[in-house]
Nanobody
Framework: QVQLVESGGGSVQAGGSLRLSCQASGNSYSRYCMGWFRQAPGKEREGVAT???????SYADSVKGRFTISRDKATKTLYLQMNSLKPEDTAMYYC??????????????RGQGTQVTVSS
């Protein structure tokens, strides 16, 4: 099993930056695809980015060029660097883990989330 704890959320103005962190614990961390997803009030969950065990990354079109996902296997930490934030990025952000990247959103382990609020 994997336990996940997110941090780093907050309130920023449009154009600002935030860096989210996700601390993982458990013995299987290095074997899982890791990712970030988000959910805004009244909206469906949306996958934001994933990173595979070999470092391969994938991003939602809405965040390409602005967000960067990375992972530190030594410290079992997942990051999401968010630049050029927009009001539409406002949501609760969750990190997730699953053996298959495509399954993170619906079936993966997840943390409690961290709130990101972007004001115009």
């Amino acid at each position: 099993q994997v336990q996940l704890v997110e941090s780093g959320g907050g309130s920023v103005q449009a154009g600002g930056s935030l860096r989210l962190s996700c601390q993982a614990s458990g013995n299987s961390y290095s074997r899982y695809c890791m990712g970030w997803f988000r959910q805004a009030p009244g909206k469906e969950r949306e996958g934001v980015a994933t990173i595979q065990t070999d470092g391969g990354t994938s991003y939602a079109d809405s965040v390409k060029g602005r967000f960067t996902i990375s992972r530190d296997k030594a410290t079992k930490t997942l990051y999401l660097q968010m630049n050029s934030l927009k009001p539409e990025d406002t949501a609760m952000y969750y990190c997730g883990a699953h053996a298959r990247c495509r399954a993170i959103l619906d079936f993966g382990y997840r943390g409690q989330g961290t709130q990101v609020t972007v004001s115009s």
